[in-house]
């Protein structure tokens, strides 16, 4: 026959029982920490090839590319993750609009360290008409 727990026993939560969810929590905020890094990498690279697709079309490129690269990163990106991404570098020459920015996403827990990206894009320039 079973014994009915007792009124003192109700709501007793072992130590393995919290420690379990407690790594279980910590391994879900690092899954969803690496998730987020990789949609923003994914952000900054489409900013970069907005930007120099742009530029590659008009006739002051290094500048369109410049602003238009930032403007898709000011409507993408906020917070933490928008300051982690440095000014983007756009260059040309007689053939290519290209585009370079370092981003730096910030781990949620300590001990994780940051996420450092370089990234690049780059297209033909269209000729003038």
Same mark, same amino acid.
């Given at each position: 026959?079973?014994?009915?727990?007792?009124?003192?026993?109700?709501?007793?939560?072992?130590?393995?029982?919290?420690?379990?969810?407690?790594?279980? &929590? =910590?391994?879900?905020? $690092?899954? +969803?920490? *690496?998730?987020? @890094?990789?949609?923003?990498?994914?952000?900054?690279?489409?900013?970069?090839?907005?930007?120099?697709?742009?530029?590659?079309?008009?006739?002051?490129?290094?500048?369109?590319?410049?602003?238009?690269?930032?403007?898709?990163?000011?409507? &993408? =990106?906020?917070?933490? $993750?928008? +300051?982690? *991404?440095?000014? @983007?570098?756009?260059?040309?020459?007689?053939?290519?609009?290209?585009?370079?920015?370092?981003?730096?996403?910030?781990?949620?827990?300590?001990?994780t360290g940051a996420w450092t990206t370089?990234l690049q894009a780059s297209a033909a320039?269209?000729?003038?008409?």
């Amino acid at each position: 026959m079973m014994r009915r727990p007792s009124d003192a026993d109700r709501g007793f939560a072992t130590v393995q029982f919290v420690a379990g969810v407690g790594l279980t &929590l =910590l391994m879900f905020t $690092l899954l +969803a920490n *690496v998730m987020v @890094v990789h949609w923003g990498r994914g952000v900054v690279r489409s900013a970069l090839d907005e930007g120099v697709r742009a530029g590659a079309r008009d006739a002051q490129p290094v500048e369109v590319c410049q602003w238009r690269a930032e403007a898709a990163l000011d409507d &993408l =990106l906020s917070g933490p $993750l928008r +300051a982690g *991404v440095s000014g @983007v570098a756009c260059s040309m020459d007689e053939q290519m609009v290209q585009a370079r920015v370092t981003a730096t996403f910030d781990g949620w827990l300590p001990g994780t360290g940051a996420w450092t990206t370089t990234l690049q894009a780059s297209a033909a320039r269209e000729p003038d008409p």
